[in-house]
């Protein structure tokens, strides 16, 4: 089945900077990435996500990269602020197996003032 | 209350009770999920419905009896449990069940004495 490791598993950062999470995976079959962001007390909520077919993908603040020969994809935040202060999860598994949907250990992303 | 509504959002049972926890769509999605999140540890999708049959278990104990009456509504009843049971359990849905876009609820967290 899949696996998905997560790194790292803490990160703080100053407000401005940039954050970056990785996950890798195991199963090439895997085709779709989400990546959802839970803040304390809070249920998770889908951020982004990217398609085996696209390299990057970009939604204001946020991206996200895959490397299918790697099989890794990260999480970037640019111009991080307090309100991303959360826990950021990613995920890995073919569409239409929900079944084998496989989470990361997730990453409790810190911004400082 | 609109999205992904779950009742109750604490429990405390016994290892002997019966209960069960409710979860209520009104996005129009026709697939459901349960999901276990323990502290440290990943997601773990426990169940999957789709127009209200069960699409897959994954290897989840029979102590725990899912129930889906209709595309809406999701039931998870508990029985004789186990202190290692206690977790925050969510509930999600998504227009079908190829697995993305899921939409979470807010949980139950769950205390097994």
């Known amino acids: 089945g899949e696996n998905v490791e997560q790194h790292p598993s803490t990160l703080s950062v100053q407000e401005g900077d940039s954050a970056v999470i990785k996950c890798t995976y195991s199963d090439s079959a895997s085709n779709y990435f989400p990546w959802y962001k839970q803040e304390l007390g809070k249920r998770p909520q889908l951020i982004i996500d990217i398609r085996s077919n696209v390299g990057e993908k970009k939604d204001q603040r946020i991206a996200v990269t895959l490397n299918k020969t790697a099989k890794h994809f990260s999480l970037h935040i640019t111009e991080t602020q307090p309100e991303d202060s959360a826990v950021y999860f990613c995920a890995a598994f073919i569409t239409g197996t929900a079944s084998k949907l496989t989470f990361g250990t997730g990453t409790r992303l810190q911004v400082t003032l | 209350e609109t999205g992904v509504t779950q009742t109750p959002r604490h429990l405390v049972m016994g290892m002997t009770n019966k209960k069960s926890l409710k979860c209520e769509q009104h996005?129009?999605?026709?697939?459901m999920y349960w999901y276990k999140q323990s502290a440290k540890k990943p997601l773990e999708l426990m169940f999957v419905y789709s127009l209200e049959e069960r699409v897959e278990n994954n290897s989840v104990p029979s102590r725990f009896s899912p129930e889906c009456p209709n595309s809406s509504h999701l039931f998870l009843h508990l029985h004789t449990l186990q202190p290692e049971d206690s977790a925050l359990y969510l509930c999600?849905?998504?227009?079908?069940?190829?697995?993305?876009?899921?939409?979470f609820g807010p949980g139950t967290r769950l205390t097994v004495t």
């Open positions: 999600a849905s998504s227009q079908d069940d190829s697995g993305r876009e899921q939409y």
């Open positions: 996005l129009g999605h026709n697939a």
